[in-house]
């Protein structure tokens, strides 16, 4: 009777190890780097690459609080192809017509709202020009101005340049879409 124990115990058992092996090579690992796959600096890199724009926001380090906070907006062809630009380069809130919008937080990490809305006056021909690669236009603002910066400490800010007005000037249409700006930091006193 052992005997027979023995090998219905060894019929059962040494199949299921056999297939057990199979069924563990089926098994993921665990979590391995697909080799494929782009981290998140290279997509955001390719994604800049493909934006043929460069929006800058040029600005001093410090500022005096209550006095004027003068910044810069520049944006420049990236592209080889020459770009057919909106360069109004309206200051305005980001749900109201304007070409140029701020993202600015205080120094408390509060989100500080444009306190001067401005109604645009109509879009011309002449606020159409074409860029070359290299090429730039600049717009500069004030923002104590436009958002009441007063509070001393530091402000983080961010700057995008943004059109969705249709224009065709010689054969080519005006570029549409939305830009940002690296993020930059100034320091009222």
């Not at 800049?48 to 600005?59: D, H």
């Not at 690669?133 to 400490?153: E, N, P, Y």
Request: hydrophobic share 40%; glycine share 6%; net charge positive.
């Amino acid at each position: 009777m052992r005997w027979r124990r023995a090998f219905l115990i060894c019929f059962f058992v040494i199949p299921n190890l056999h297939g057990q092996e199979a069924v563990d090579a089926m098994l993921s690992s665990g979590r391995q780097a697909d080799p494929t796959a782009k981290t998140l600096s290279e997509l955001r890199a390719a994604e800049r690459r493909r934006i043929p724009l460069e929006v800058f926001l040029k600005s001093s380090a410090q500022y005096s609080a209550g006095g004027p906070i003068v910044v810069t907006v520049i944006i420049t062809n990236l592209f080889d192809n020459p770009l057919l630009m909106n360069s109004r380069m309206l200051v305005n809130h980001p749900l109201l017509q304007g070409e140029l919008s701020f993202r600015i937080m205080d120094p408390s990490g509060q989100k500080v709202e444009i306190q001067r809305l401005i109604t645009p006056l109509s879009i011309r021909d002449e606020d159409f020009v074409t860029l070359t690669r290299g090429q730039s236009m600049q717009r500069t603002v004030d923002l104590a101005d436009l958002f009441g910066l007063i509070r001393k400490g530091v402000y983080k800010m961010q700057v995008s340049y943004h059109n969705e007005v249709d224009h065709t000037g010689s054969s080519q249409r005006v570029w549409k879409g939305i830009v940002w700006s690296e993020p930059v930091e100034i320091q009222l006193d």
